[in-house]
């Protein structure tokens, strides 16, 4: 599966982006989901994921309350709303899919968006 990512931009403080996810070569319908980021010169982190039925989400401390992940299985296309968006929340954003063939390891990638919240 291929995925490619978009939405991403230059914000202030406070102001929201809806980041989308979409996904080629195969349905995610049994895939789980999740968006990463990766600020300079910190290590990728999770911060949100989805199960492959939609019904189980978990977020980064950091972000509960303020992000939203969904999905649209029929768009083949995931989302992550971020609203009251922070500076600590500028970083490259990436999804990725899990297959579940190995527990906890997201087998495909797509490349990042930029996130830029000015203060």
């Known amino acids: 599966v291929q995925l490619q990512a978009s939405g991403g931009g230059l914000v202030q403080t406070g102001d929201s982006l809806r980041l989308s996810c979409a996904a080629s070569?195969?349905?995610?319908?049994?895939?789980?989901m999740g968006w990463f980021r990766q600020a300079p010169g910190k290590e990728r982190e999770i911060v949100a994921s989805?199960?492959?039925?939609?019904?189980?989400?978990q977020y980064a401390d950091s972000v509960k309350g303020r992000f939203t992940i969904s999905r649209n299985n029929a768009k083949n296309t995931v989302f992550l709303q971020m609203n009251s968006l922070k500076p600590e929340d500028t970083a490259v954003y990436y999804c990725?899919?899990?297959?579940?063939?190995?527990?906890?390891?997201?087998?495909?990638w797509g490349q990042g968006t930029q996130v830029t919240v000015s203060s």
């Open positions: 070569g195969r349905s995610i319908r049994s895939l789980g």
């Open positions: 990725a899919a899990d297959d579940y063939s190995s527990a906890g390891k997201y087998d495909y």
């Open positions: 989805i199960s492959w039925t939609g019904v189980n989400t």
